[in-house]
């Protein structure tokens, strides 16, 4: 098996080649679904969700065909000016000790991002919400766990 932090390293690259950085979908996994796939030798990725306004999905990591590690997030705009940029922006940032979603802060202008997390790569539940002028416009709730 791969080391742990072999697949941390391995789900940044992903993320960002994918969703938060304005990848390109894959071809649809279940119907009316948006798929983003990214691979390395035997490492490959999916972020595969339903939705848009209101949405679902689910983040996983495969090695060698074998699962080992997921996420599951669910989250909804609540508010006009939601910017899409914005929120990949943040995740752009995803950080080492925490390769969930985004930084525990981020700001730029009148937007700030916000997460929270409890628990480590092995298991873990967070939550991240944006602010524009200090009223919230989006959140999003997301839990995961290693695979075995």
Not at 84 to 102: H, I, M, W
Not at 119 to 148: M, N, P, V
Request: with cysteine.
């Amino acid at each position: 098996m791969i080391e742990r932090d072999k697949i941390i390293e391995f789900l940044m690259r992903a993320k960002k080649a994918t969703y938060a950085g304005k990848g390109a979908e894959s071809a649809s996994s279940r119907p009316a679904s948006h798929d983003l796939e990214y691979s390395e030798g035997e490492l490959m990725y999916l972020d595969s969700f339903l939705g848009g306004r209101r949405f679902a999905g689910e983040e996983a990591v495969w090695v060698n065909g074998a699962p080992c590690w997921s996420m599951n997030y669910a989250g909804q705009v609540t508010g006009e000016d939601f910017s899409g940029d914005f929120l990949k922006e943040a995740l752009l940032r995803v950080p080492f000790d925490r390769p969930y979603r985004g930084p525990e802060f981020h700001s730029d202008g009148r937007y700030t991002y916000v997460c929270d997390v409890d628990g480590s790569f092995e298991w873990f539940q967070g939550y991240e919400a944006i602010y524009l002028d200090g009223r919230k416009i989006y959140d999003c709730f997301f839990h995961g766990s290693t695979i075995e």
